[in-house]
């Protein structure tokens, strides 16, 4: 399609003040793809300054996106930031673009700091000189209801991770955003080379291969304290769970009996009102809508179930039965009586078995916070940091694991092998369409690639994802628990860890400003009080409260006087200050930063314990 032109009067009004002279602070930012929404809506939107549109007056943002991944590996994030806001600035008013670099997850925001490496960036400056800038603004408007102003960025030409194209250029880390703490970045964790993963790889050394441009963390304190001298910062707590495609979570509903289609059905239960795919009692077919949030509508499956199949224990859904019952037979039966099924409005639902019963896993790749989330969490690994072997992720059929650059690409996995996908819509590991980037053969697996192959898959994700239901995938229970912050604040489900940002020392630092903004976003992440009344509505899924919760020990100490410190946990969840009691802490005295007040040592791999 032929590109519109810019006219003078919106090139004035939408990319003036965006010139090389007049961004006068860039930041540069890397890692956890799971907190970027967190990110612009609690933490850049509040010291942005406002802004008036035809919609109300909102934080005046604008967001650059790499167009081939819509975002998912390169965003910047532009507004104006006064001294008000970020006390100490050297200017009054500065205009600054935040960059943000996500492929490979957390250990590509951990390491290039420890290491003072340079990762490729957005450069937003020369796509606006160049003027490669999309011509057409998306005012989009946020689940917190707030607005921002999306352009598009192509970065052609770098199909191969490093890149070529100008719109992409090194740049040398400001602050870096960790799903969980940063010691545990070595072994099954070391980060990803940014080289595409292959079968041969998959199958011979599934997870244990890493990159030469960084050194391996030797799992000791002076690594954080040492050459590069960076400091660890306390961060927001994320709520995990395991998704998996819809077609693999109705099949779960009708093996544990949360379906009706009818009587004289082996696995249906005729006093279940679950509509297929719900979360809740009260949720009507096709909708996100629960005014309960019981999630009594959602499958379990056990914690051991769970790390069986992660780990390749089996390798086909024939072996997996649930409450007695075979998953494979229930959903046999489901598709042959799909018609029949009732419940909270269900109507015309139709149900097809997946084309084999071997199980898929889209999985993130190496250096993933998100991934290694669910090694800890699951497999105990690494269980004291300093473990280097690999555990083994479905090795046995290696062609079945799909590996997913960020977050973003997480959820196409899990899309794709629920609808299927052909080769005119196909997408590589790293979001990149296959049409203008790759061949067949660049696709982690000819299987996605052809639209008649729908399987039953698993993933890795954070729960403040498809609160809208508008991806076929779906959270499911573990152990028979919900992931929501209640049952976090309870004890009761401790899939979950506090987050962690890392920031140079001043030697490494691009400028004071830099830092300055840095430990400002910081701030204002863990400030459970903004987390309630700025980001709530992402929070909502319809199963109950989840995704984030702030981080008590932050909290308690007070390291941020005025930001949330200073209340004291009680015996249910405050949901105007949702926080989280529980921390994978090594001990009080095991402090890494300024005497233990903002960050405790931590071991996600060990049980979580009340903070004293």
């Known amino acids: 399609m032929k590109r519109k032109l810019l006219s003078a009067t919106i090139a004035s009004v939408c990319l003036a003040g965006f010139s090389q002279s007049s961004m006068a602070v860039d930041v540069y930012l890397g890692g956890s793809s799971a907190q970027d929404t967190i990110i612009l809506t ?16 909102y934080p005046g943002v604008t967001i650059y996106q790499d167009v081939e991944s819509g975002g998912n590996n390169f965003k910047a994030w532009t507004c104006t930031v006064s001294s008000a806001q970020v006390p100490g600035l050297s200017v009054a008013s500065e205009s600054v673009t935040f960059h943000k670099i996500n492929q490979g997850g957390s250990g590509a925001g951990v390491l290039p700091i420890l290491e003072t490496t340079q990762p490729a960036s957005l450069n937003v400056a020369n796509a606006i000189a160049n003027a490669s800038v999309s011509t057409t603004a998306t005012l989009t408007t946020l689940a917190n209801g707030k607005k921002v102003t999306t352009y598009t960025v192509p970065t052609t030409g770098v199909y191969a991770a490093g890149g070529t194209s100008a719109n992409l250029t090194p740049a040398a880390l400001d602050g870096g955003v960790a799903d969980l703490d940063p010691l545990i970045f070595n072994g099954v964790n070391q980060p990803w080379n940014g080289v595409q993963p292959t079968t041969t790889t998959r199958s011979s050394n599934p997870i244990n291969w890493g990159p030469s441009q960084f050194v391996q963390l030797d799992n000791a304190t002076s690594d954080l304290l040492g050459s590069s001298g960076a400091t660890v910062h306390t961060g927001v707590s994320i ?16 093996s544990q009996g949360l379906l009706n289609y009818g009587t004289g059905h082996t696995y249906s239960n005729p006093a279940a009102s679950c509509a297929p795919g719900a979360y809740s009692s009260d949720q009507a077919f096709g909708t996100a809508t629960s005014a309960l949030q019981d999630g009594a509508c959602m499958p379990s499956l056990t914690k051991a179930q769970l790390a069986t199949i992660i780990t390749g224990g089996i390798s086909k859904w024939d072996s997996l039965y649930t409450n007695g019952n075979s998953v494979v037979a229930a959903a046999t039966e489901l598709a042959a009586n799909a018609a029949s099924v009732t419940g909270n409005g269900t109507t015309g639902f139709t149900y097809s078995l997946p084309t084999n019963t071997y199980i898929n896993f889209c999985q993130r790749v190496t250096g993933s916070g998100t991934a290694a989330s669910q090694y800890a969490y699951f497999l105990n690994a690494p269980a004291n940091q300093t473990t280097s072997a690999a555990p083994v992720i479905q090795k046995t059929h290696a062609e079945h694991v799909f590996w997913m650059a960020d977050g973003g690409n997480e959820e196409k996995c899990l899309d794709d092998l629920n609808q299927g996908v052909s080769a005119a819509t196909a997408k590589d590991w790293q979001g990149y369409p296959l049409t203008a980037y790759g061949t067949a053969t660049s696709y982690p697996s000819a299987l996605r690639f052809a639209s008649t192959y729908v399987g039953w898959g698993i993933g890795q994700q954070s729960t403040d994802k498809n609160n809208t239901l508008g991806k076929h995938y779906r959270f499911i229970k573990i152990n028979g628990v919900a992931p929501t912050s209640a049952n976090v604040y309870s004890g009761a489900y401790d899939f979950v860890n506090q987050s962690s940002w890392i920031t140079p020392s001043s030697t490494y630092s691009n400028g004071p400003d830099q830092a300055l903004l840095v430990q400002a976003l910081i701030n204002t992440e863990i400030d459970p009080y903004k987390l309630n009344l700025d980001y709530d509505a992402p929070l909502v899924q319809p199963f109950g409260l989840a995704g984030f919760i702030g981080s008590v020990s932050a909290a308690q100490t007070g390291t941020n006087p005025g930001e949330g410190s200073g209340f004291a946990v009680g015996p249910t969840i405050n949901s105007a200050i949702p926080v989280n009691p529980w921390i994978h ?9 300024n005497g233990g007040s903002e960050y405790l040592d931590q071991n996600q791999a060990a049980s979580p314990l009340i903070l004293p």
């Open 42 to 57: 609690e933490s850049i939107e509040n010291i942005c300054a406002s802004t008036t549109t035809a919609g109300g007056t």
């Open 585 to 593: 802490a090594l001990g009080a005295s095991s402090a890494i930063d």
């Open 239 to 254: 709520i995990w769970a395991v998704p998996v495609t819809l077609n693999l979570y109705e099949a779960l509903q009708a």
